[in-house]
């Protein structure tokens, strides 16, 4: 077998020499074979197929130029066919030689056929991508670092860098990549745009179609976020800061804004013990650098701040009486005209306001003065747009402190609710969710006596204009308004839930892609032959290869479902004509496409089951009762099944919250099968255990689930008990069980549950009789004393 692979790496490497010298057009031959070997139905002979291409391409890049169309389309259908991962390597090889030599349309094709790196790494086939990572973290490199491409094939290569980092970060650790990729990214964040250009980020427009725009240098700092969120934080820092140190000292404004860019980056993957013990380093960095002559630095410092703020509390905001003077000054000292560079001044302060609480009690007279100020004189409607938004900031972290300002508030807001003009729609969605927050947070007694008006203004709205954006402020004016005032609702509970359930069932926004199929090398023959093909696929239903959403109709499914549950709890039995309808609505989004939607399903879902455990209490029936358990037979297993497959960890965390507030809520009710305790407990487990689909856990860290759990914890979360500082060998290690819900069970089992937890300690038991419990904390293996299945 060896020597018939050597025989023929040794027939191929003599094709190249000959390729080198005699174009591919006087040797037919060899076209001949090339376009028969690789179609063939032998996987044996598309491989020495594939690996003659990759000699002679290699060797004679220019001479196959007129074949870089048809050879793309080879590439698309061999990168498919993952049970030869043999052939798949050699076309790998081959792009990577072509991609610098491919014209614009080539390039588009080779970035399409690079997408399918993308499905392989989903696909979870680890043996055929593990053995080529290495080679294939180069070929993207390589693309990277060519900038004759084009910005998209090459953030596309980022973008399977990207993902494998996502999905085998093991294997990239173990083979030593790390380092290469950051150098490679490093050059293109920190470079300089051309003379008299800026970067995308730093020029004064319309940031809303930044988005739309792929720029290389925006996705080199998705990456270290990517790496950020995925990889050991002492491994990560071993090789960033070093290149963050030099970016930051250096005198050339771009460098630093690298470098500041690059914390930010890193705080929400880093938000752990590591980032805690570096925070005053961070954030005096990036405080300074809001100081910088150059306001590109600055710009990075703000969206830092932000970043900080968001990812870092509650340690952040304890630097309240350092940050925010600075942020008052900063304000007050901006030039108005550059929208954009406010619009990150406002990014930074609202993400540091909303978590003060009453700590923001000192600066509330200045803030509300200045917001109140600049409405009434501003002129740009975007910087009126941004004071409102801050507005609904200072709210959430006041609370009832904003009550001397809320007359004089909503009379600023009654002008932009009322003007459906379309040149200020955008203001008026700002203040409609502002409007929101306020609701949430002034209190009952304040907001109450608008409760009916708000009513009548969301279903005006919803009638009269045709915007996602702003049916989505509307159905959030509804929930809201759920909370303080329910009985104002009441009377318009048919069309609020039609409006929602239309919005919830609609496609619009949806786009659908088709696969498309591709033969290598066409010749007149198979042109006939495709002809023939086309017609009778037109008859028959294509693959879809993938959907896509416009991103107003997701938020608008995500806040109509939220809505819906919001709206069920709140108002309880006068809901009850609309819940069978809207279950059946928001259970079929549970494997919608997009995460925020599903994410928003599965808490929704929780959210039913508890507005029909609460309708039963009130009215204790045998056909309620009936139902509240019908629902939790459908709800249940759906969590679990997130829990175990779905690919996104915040739809996970929401899964596992949802079951929680299930739990809380329902008590015996939802235990009633033995059964279902016994899988929630074997879940439970896994997800520590790292078995779930999208857990791991990263050498001596929590899995990414566990850290995401940890954040999101307050004392009073009852599924997740945790055990913090528990010291074992001169480690401290952070524990989670699962337990508290068990006194409800009503299994005769006496320890009914026993948690799995990999602390690398001495085994430790804590056992409360009067709850029927145990919690057992194994040193690395389960406890051969533990009686319970669910443990085995």
Known sequence: MHLRHFVRHSLSQLSAVLVKHESPERWPALLTVLNQSTKSPNPQDRQVGLLLLSKVVESNPEAFRPHYRQLLQLFDTVLQDVNNPTAM?????????????????????????MEI?????????????????????HFCLEVWADNSLNDSIRVKALSCIASLIRLKNKAVLKQKLLSPILQMVFPVLSAAPPPGQEDLEDQEQDMDNEGDVESPKHFAAQVIDTLALHMPPEKLFQHILPQVQVCLSSENPYQKKAGVVCLAM???????????????????????SLSDTSQVVRSAGLLALGQFSEHLQPDVSNYCADV?????????????????????????????????????????????????????????????????????????????????????????????????????RCLQTQSLDTLSVLARNVGKETFSPLAAECVHLGLNLTNSVDDPDLRRSTYSLFSAVSTVSPECLNPHLGSITTAIMLTMKSTEGVTVSVAPSFVLLDDEEDDDLNLEEEEDIEGNDRDVSEFSVEN?????????????????????????????????????????????????????????????????????????????????????PSLLEAVRKDRD???????????????????EEALQSEAMLAEISHVIRDVFKSKVGLCFRKEGEESLICVQLRKRMDPSFPLFIQLNDICADGMKVSVFAVVPYLPFCSTSCRNPLALWLSAPSPWACWQRSHTHWVLCLGGGRLLDACPVDCCQ
């Open 552 to 636: 107003a109709y997701v938020d608008e499914k995500e806040s109509a479902c939220e809505a819906l549950g919001e709206i069920a709890f709140n108002t309880g039995a006068a809901f009850l004509p609309f819940m069978e309808s809207g279950f059946q609505e928001v259970f079929a989004l549970h494997d919608f496409p997009h995460e925020d939607v599903r994410r928003a399903s599965f808490t929704v879902m929780g959210q039913f089951c508890r507005t029909w455990h609460k309708i039963w209490k009130e009215n204790p029936t045998q056909e309620n009762h009936q139902v509240l358990q019908n629902t939790l037979s459908v709800v249940l």
């Open 117 to 137: 790196l993308d499905e392989l790494m989903e696909s979870e086939v680890s043996p055929i991508i593990v053995p080529h990572i290495s080679e294939i973290v």
């Open 266 to 288: 890193l705080a929400e993957g880093c938000a752990g013990v590591h980032s805690f013990r570096m925070l005053p380093f961070m954030l005096r960095t990036v405080c300074h």
């Open 89 to 113: 390597y050699y076309c790998i090889l081959t792009l990577t030689t072509l991609t610098a030599y491919a014209g614009v349309a080539e390039q588009d094709q080779a970035g399409e056929a």
């Open 324 to 424: 925010m003077p600075l942020l008052l000054r900063y304000l007050a000292g901006l030039n108005q005209t550059m929208t954009v560079h406010v619009s990150k001044a406002f990014y930074a302060l609202e993400n540091f306001m909303e978590n003060l609480g009453a700590e923001i009690e000192p600066y509330l007279p200045t803030l509300m003065e200045t917001m109140l100020g600049t409405l009434s004189n501003a002129e740009n409607l975007r910087i009126k747009e941004l004071v409102v938004s801050a507005i609904g900031a200072i709210a959430s972290a006041a609370k009832k402190l904003l009550v001397p300002y809320f007359p004089a508030v909503i009379e600023n807001l009654k002008g932009f609710l009322l003007d459906i003009r379309d040149e200020v």
């Open 649 to 667: 960890h915040n739809v996970v965390i929401a899964a596992l919250e949802s079951m929680n507030g299930v739990l809380k809520a329902c008590q």
